[in-house]
């Protein structure tokens, strides 16, 4: 059974940053194709994709806040942390985490989310 | 970046129902398209990958059809249970969701 679980801080101030780790279990990281993702939603919004890691350590980046995003994994752990900084209130969202086998870019597991609000 | 356009916003419709929604890519991202169902509170869930197949479990009464940057999810027999908000997403460049249609009871 494939679970993955994100956990952090609820609450951020306003130019700090987060860090998120999504918690795993039922696959490995180290399989070929597989891949964890980061993906959020502003309340009452769509859904957002940030990032993506995958088996092999290749990472990819939303284009438009890749300056703002790290993405790492430690597999031994079986876990994919996501770290943005310089945190502003439109970041306010629900942040999932979710896996994507076979290096397909779709995402069929997911966590139930995290919801992280920014503010003073 | 490929921009991915639902329509409409918001659907209608009533138990019974065949319902489509449409996807419109900003460029050309042959198969390498998803649906999801999302409801309130809850995670999405993974309906069609690669424009046309149905995920495990899913029933046959969702349909994806298209390619390139014309894309629909079709509900035929619309159930109770169906009336959620539906995103489309491209996987061919990086990753881009749509806007979202929310499929509500008539």
């Known amino acids: 059974q494939i679970t993955l679980k994100e956990s952090g801080p609820t609450l951020v101030k306003p130019t700090q940053a987060l860090t998120l780790t999504c918690t795993f279990s039922g696959f490995s990281l180290s399989s070929s194709g597989v891949g964890v993702g980061w993906i959020r939603q502003p309340p009452g919004k769509a859904l957002e994709w940030l990032a993506l890691?995958?088996?092999?350590?290749?990472?990819r980046y939303s284009p438009s806040l890749k300056s703002r995003l790290t993405i790492t994994k430690d597999t031994s752990k079986n876990r994919v942390v996501l770290t943005m900084t310089n945190m502003d209130p439109v970041d306010t969202a629900t942040y999932y985490c979710?896996?994507?086998?076979?290096?397909?870019?779709?995402?069929?597991?997911w966590g139930q989310g995290t919801l992280v609000t920014v503010s003073s | 970046d490929i921009q991915m356009t639902q329509s409409p916003s918001t659907l209608s419709a009533s138990v019974g129902d065949r319902v489509t929604i449409t996807c419109r890519a900003s460029?050309?991202?042959?198969?390498?398209l998803a649906w999801y169902q999302q409801k309130p509170g809850k995670a999405p869930r993974l309906l069609i990958y690669?424009?046309?197949s149905l995920e495990s479990g899913v029933p046959p009464r969702f349909s994806g059809s298209g390619s390139g940057t014309e894309f629909t999810l079709t509900i035929s027999n619309l159930q109770p249970d169906d009336f959620a908000t539906y995103y489309c997403q491209q996987y061919n460049s990086y990753s881009t969701f749509g806007q979202g249609t929310k499929v509500e009871i008539k």
């Open positions: 890691m995958y088996w092999n350590d290749d990472k």
């Open positions: 690669k424009a046309s």
């Open positions: 979710a896996q994507t086998p076979y290096g397909s870019g779709s995402y069929t597991y």
């Open positions: 460029q050309s991202i042959s198969s390498w």
